[in-house]
């Protein structure tokens, strides 16, 4: 990846090249792979590479992803890779004129819905995991009463301790202690309702 940095979307064009349902599920898909090229990520989303390049190269003329060195020995492979540690999207951003307000809410709706069949794939496959996974996998609600402030600071304090865990996993990872190391998907939601 070019950058380690997590960058911020704030402007309308790249916050709608990537709140494209395919173009979300492949930019989520090479994050996860590292590095791919087309026909790779065309078999795990079950679309042509021809589709599946049209929309990498839209996610990279936006800067989302970037080509990354080859893989193979097949110089016709085009190779693909995020071009940072990851993208958010905050609301202040995109508050500012109703266009962009009802934009960004488009585009956190498909993110929880992706996630969310994510989380249904997984409740599928359950059984397949085996005990020590499913005794680790867990989900959770918790319904406190936080000002705007200490909702802030839990949400710093879990990004934190996120960041700690990721960090320490991929340090492991490269050390060469791949045995048992599997893809996590951790969503968190942290916000205001009145019942």
């Given at each position: 990846?070019?950058?380690?940095?997590?960058?911020?979307?704030?402007?309308?064009?790249?916050?709608?090249?990537?709140?494209?349902?395919?173009?979300?599920?492949?930019?989520?898909?090479?994050?996860?792979?590292?590095?791919?090229?087309?026909?790779?990520?065309?078999?795990?989303?079950?679309?042509?590479?021809?589709?599946?390049?049209?929309?990498?190269?839209?996610?990279?003329?936006?800067?989302?992803?970037?080509?990354?060195?080859?893989?193979?020995?097949?110089?016709?492979?085009?190779?693909?890779?995020?071009?940072?540690?990851?993208?958010?999207?905050?609301?202040?951003?995109?508050?500012?004129?109703?266009?962009?307000?009802?934009?960004?809410?488009?585009?956190?709706?498909?993110?929880?819905?992706?996630?969310?069949?994510?989380?249904?794939?997984?409740?599928?496959?359950?059984?397949?995991?085996?005990?020590?996974?499913?005794?680790?996998?867990?989900?959770?609600?918790?319904?406190l009463r936080l000002t705007a402030g200490e909702l802030a600071e839990l949400k710093k304090d879990l990004h934190d301790l996120i960041s700690?865990?990721?960090?320490?996993?991929?340090?492991?990872?490269?050390?060469?202690?791949?045995?048992?190391?599997?893809?996590?998907?951790?969503?968190l939601y942290g916000f205001p309702f009145r019942p």
């Amino acid at each position: 990846m070019a950058s380690k940095e997590n960058r911020r979307i704030t402007d309308m064009g790249t916050l709608k090249a990537l709140a494209h349902p395919l173009r979300m599920k492949l930019y989520r898909s090479l994050f996860v792979a590292g590095a791919a090229t087309a026909s790779q990520l065309g078999e795990l989303v079950d679309e042509a590479p021809s589709l599946v390049s049209y929309h990498l190269r839209k996610l990279a003329e936006h800067g989302l992803i970037e080509e990354a060195e080859p893989r193979s020995g097949d110089g016709r492979e085009r190779w693909w890779q995020p071009a940072s540690e990851g993208v958010s999207v905050r609301d202040e951003d995109f508050h500012d004129a109703p266009e962009k307000a009802a934009a960004h809410l488009a585009a956190s709706r498909l993110f929880q819905e992706q996630r969310s069949e994510l989380y249904r794939a997984h409740l599928d496959e359950r059984a397949t995991w085996g005990p020590e996974w499913n005794a680790a996998a867990h989900d959770s609600e918790s319904l406190l009463r936080l000002t705007a402030g200490e909702l802030a600071e839990l949400k710093k304090d879990l990004h934190d301790l996120i960041s700690k865990y990721d960090e320490r996993g991929r340090a492991r990872e490269a050390a060469g202690e791949t045995q048992g190391r599997e893809h996590v998907a951790l969503h968190l939601y942290g916000f205001p309702f009145r019942p």
